[in-house]
Each structure stands twice: as C-alpha cells, then as structure tokens.
C-alpha cells in the first residue's frame, strides 16, 4: 500500500509541477498572473522533492508512466491555458479538487496503520493536500468556475486525474 501511495504520489506531483509550466508558456506574459502561477508551480516542486526523496527512502519503484505524466501534464497546461485563463484555473480547480480527495483518502488508509514509522508519511502527505486545496481555493477565486464549458471541462479533467491515479498506482 505504501509503495502505491508514494509511487502515485511522485507521478501526481510530476504532472502538477508541468501543468503550472504548460499554462505558463501561454500565459505567463502577464505579469500577475506568472507571479500566481510560479507560486503554486513552486509548492508543487517541494512537494516533487519530497515525493523523489520517498521514493529513495521507501525503496519504492517509480511508476512506468513517470513520463507520461510529464508530457501528459505539460500538454493539459499548454491546452487549458489556449482556451484562456478561466479555462486554466477551472483546469487546477478540476486536478485539486481529484488530489484533494486522493490525498484524503491515503491518510485515512495510513491511520488505520497505526506505525510510528508512518508519521513522517502522514505529515508529507496533510502537508500537500493542503497546499493543493489553497490552489484550489485560489482558482475558484481566479474565475474558474465562469470558463466556457465549465462543468464540462471540470468533469472531464476530475475523471483524467482518477483514470492516471488508478493507472500510476498499478503500473
């Protein structure tokens, strides 16, 4: 069970940091916007370290799809931020709102474990979920939920994210 939570947790916070790449290829000439988008795209590199350093320190296999994940998020990034900034944050509102309730998940599992060996994991993992709903908070408040096509779009990347997580668990 650990080695899927780190291995997933790695391939997760992999797509996250090239999605906040991605959106700022499109959008990063306004300057308030770059400043929010490096911001997030900054926690999500800590929590990359942490998650590399997991793997190394659990001896656990990266997923198979590490590169997918990379390409896969930078190309969500690119695509959402062309159909324009609502269109971006309603894209990290979508992803968090998946991570969120993925992370939640995880540590109801590791609760359940009851190992002090465990604590280090289950603060990592609080740590990122909460930075990963102030993102979410963060875009509701950037206008994601007035994008063109909204709840689709929404839906559609929610279910993206629960598809990969199932596959970078397994693979």
């Known amino acids: ?22 959106q700022m290829a499109v959008l990063g000439g306004d300057p308030e916007l770059r400043e929010l988008l490096t911001h997030m795209r900054d926690q999500e590199v800590v929590h990359l370290d942490i998650m590399d350093k997991h793997i190394v ?36 509102e979508a992803v968090e709102t998946r991570i969120g309730m993925h992370y939640n998940d995880q540590l109801r599992d590791l609760h359940l474990l009851k190992h002090e060996q465990l604590e280090e994991l289950k603060k990592t993992i609080a740590k ?18 007035m994008a063109p096509l909204y709840k689709m779009q929404f839906e559609f990347i929610k279910n993206g994210c629960s598809v990969a997580i199932w596959l970078c668990q397994r693979i």
């Open 1 to 22: 069970m650990i080695d899927k939570f780190i291995r997933v947790n790695q391939a997760g916070e992999t797509a996250a940091v090239t999605i906040y790449k991605g």
């Open 57 to 92: 320190d659990y001896r656990v296999r990266p997923t198979l799809l590490q590169p997918v994940a990379a390409i896969g998020g930078y190309i969500l990034g690119v695509v959402s931020a062309m159909l324009g900034t609502k269109s971006a944050m309603t894209c990290t």
């Open 128 to 145: 990122c979920r909460d930075e990963e709903l102030e993102h979410l908070d963060t875009a509701v408040d950037h206008g994601a939920r």
